[in-house]
């Protein structure tokens, strides 16, 4: 399993813009689809946003398309989620998620696709 940290939360005002960052450990980075979840207090955890091995495929929720854009530079072990128009419901601790080693064209969007997670961090959006 590889060792995720994200970093970049904080608070917002509705129409705001965060960019959110997830620093990977180990040698292997670049083997790995890694996506981006959330879960808002009293709901379940919610897919947003994954991005292929090599970072030039990516597949979005409809509840962010658009607005979110998942990225990621496997030079330095860590992907993004730039998050703009933020909206209160939007409010939520966000987390990234990393696969075992995949095949290339990989876009996972289940809980169950993603064997390791980072602890989280809060994102607030106050209208």
């Known amino acids: 399993q590889v060792q995720l940290v994200e970093s970049g939360g904080g608070s917002v005002q509705a129409g705001g813009s965060l960019r959110l960052s997830c620093a990977a450990s180990?040698?292997?980075?670049?083997?790995?689809?890694m996506g981006w979840f959330r879960q808002a207090p009293g709901k379940e955890r919610e897919f947003l946003a994954t991005?292929?091995?090599?970072?030039?495929?990516?597949y979005y929720a409809d509840s962010v398309k658009g607005r979110f854009t998942i990225s990621r530079e496997n030079a330095k072990n860590s992907v993004y989620l730039q998050m703009n128009s933020l909206k209160p419901e939007d409010t939520a601790v966000y987390y990234c998620?990393?696969?075992?080693?995949?095949?290339?064209?990989?876009?996972?969007?289940?809980?169950?696709?993603?064997?390791?997670w980072g602890q989280g961090t809060q994102v607030t959006v106050s209208s």
């Open positions: 998620a990393a696969t075992a080693p995949s095949s290339y064209y990989y876009l996972p969007r289940f809980q169950t696709d993603y064997g390791s």
């Open positions: 180990g040698h292997t980075f670049s083997s790995y689809a």
């Open positions: 991005i292929n091995r090599s970072g030039g495929n990516t």
